[in-house]
């Protein structure tokens, strides 16, 4: 896509986007099962305040929503800003599209993985792993010194974490909340994703405003990842 956007413009790389993102939308609906008729008996809901109430009490939800805060305080710049991250570091052009490739592939790659290993190790253990490795991803991106071969493990360290993230915490959601409050708790985690972005994007801002530079965000924003992965143990 990089490399379309450079040639074509921007314009494309949207057009492209659109033609990819629908017809991925059509082949995923037309993948999904029926649901099944059954004779089985409705389950009562509870009045959502009651669920609400529990969700808050609960010291895992805490825990995960704290860890969330934490962990995705980077989102925003990864996303957005990484080719321009890499070109402070002298990287640009076709070396940096072939970063940025690296870093969905990692993407892609950390699902697979981290279902794997869900279901044949601790939870708590793939979790903590999974998101320590993007913590040292982000770190790793500026103490590399500008290497080509270090930026780029870096980089595909960042993505396997960010691919794995989404699937390890609705696994422990469902683990301990179970499927019948499952979509609110989920709901409520990645509200507080939204939320950690929003204070990443803004925290960024100042930092380029008072120095000019990703260094000290990235070096911040990666401790806190550490800190929010080792919650999670």
């Keep these: 896509l ?5 040639a074509q413009g921007w314009q494309a790389g949207y057009l492209a986007l659109m033609v990819f993102t629908a ?7 037309l993948m999904m099962p029926f649901e099944l008729s059954g004779n089985a008996a409705p389950i009562r809901k509870r009045p959502a305040r009651e669920d609400f109430a529990a969700i808050l009490r609960h010291r895992v939800f805490w825990v ?4 969330m805060l934490l962990c995705n305080l980077p989102q925003a710049i990864i996303l957005s800003q990484l080719n321009l991250i890499l070109s402070e570091f002298g990287v640009t052009g076709r070396a940096a599209s072939i970063m940025v490739s690296s870093y969905a592939i990692g993407m892609m790659l950390g699902r697979f993985i981290s279902g794997y290993a869900l279901d044949r190790f601790p939870p708590r253990i793939v979790a903590t792993l999974g998101l320590l490795l993007s913590g040292f991803g982000i770190l ?7 290497s080509i071969i ?19 915490i609705a696994f422990l959601i469902y683990r301990h909340f179970g499927g019948r409050i499952y979509s609110t708790v989920h709901g409520l985690t990645s509200s507080m994703v939204a939320v950690s972005a929003t204070i990443g994007a803004a925290l960024l801002a100042i930092v380029l405003h008072v120095t000019d530079a990703y260094l000290p965000f990235l070096m911040g924003t990666g401790l806190c990842v550490l800190a929010g992965g080792l919650l999670l143990l």
Excluded: C, H, K, M
Aim: hydrophobic share 55%.
């Design 2 to 6: 990089n490399n379309l956007v450079v």
């Design 23 to 29: 017809a991925g939308g059509l082949l995923a609906y």
């Design 64 to 67: 995960l929503a704290v860890s």
């Design 140 to 146: 790793g991106l500026g103490l590399t010194g500008g």
């Design 150 to 168: 270090w930026l780029s493990v870096a980089v595909l360290a960042i993505g396997l974490s960010f691919g794995a993230e989404s699937d390890i």
